[in-house]
């Protein structure tokens, strides 16, 4: 079952439910450290929040298209794929159309991905930059917003095959 929620009720939800981050913690706490873990661990350590990471004010389609997009569920041809609901998994610049590509290196929106850039200074852009830190997520948000990428309305947008 599959619910889809607004981020402030599923933050109200979970502060509500202080069982489940117990439940968490301590299924966390009994995984056995495996010698590949600690290199997975120590690159992307386990952050369980009681609050989501977004800034207040955040309109609900950039945020949904956000947590969508880290998801992997999101408007993208790749998840659209393999779920059945278009013929290709590829943007209209010819790669595959993936968080990662629609993020880092799709051509149509290198306007956006500069300011992006501009916005996080000097470092390299890179998926858990822009995912799993505060400066990150902001730039992230103002991306999506501005290209509105991830979202239904830039999906139903994108040339079709008749059109490219």
């Known amino acids: 079952m599959v619910l889809t929620t607004t981020p402030t009720f599923t933050a109200k939800y979970l502060l ?7 439940t968490i913690t301590h299924f966390k706490e009994a ?3 495996q010698p590949w873990h600690k290199v997975v661990l120590a690159q992307y350590s386990w952050r369980i929040g009681k609050r989501l990471r977004i800034p207040p004010g955040t309109r609900t389609e950039t945020a949904s298209a956000f947590y969508q997009l880290k998801l992997g569920h999101g408007y993208n041809k790749a998840y659209l794929f393999r779920i059945g609901k278009t013929d290709h998994p590829f943007c209209s610049c010819g790669a595959k159309q993936t968080l990662e590509h629609l993020l880092l290196s799709c051509k149509w929106l290198n306007t956006g991905r500069k300011i992006l850039q501009d916005s996080l200074g000097k ?6 930059l822009l995912l799993h830190t505060k400066q990150g997520i902001k730039a992230t948000l103002d991306f999506i ?3 509105k990428v991830g979202t239904r309305r830039w999906h139903l947008g994108q040339p079709s095959e008749d059109q490219a």
Not at 123 to 128: G, I, R
């Open 16 to 22: 509500e439910k202080q069982d489940i981050w117990k």
């Open 31 to 33: 995984l056995p450290i």
């Open 123 to 128: 470092v390299q852009l890179t998926l858990p």
């Open 145 to 147: 917003s501005r290209t």
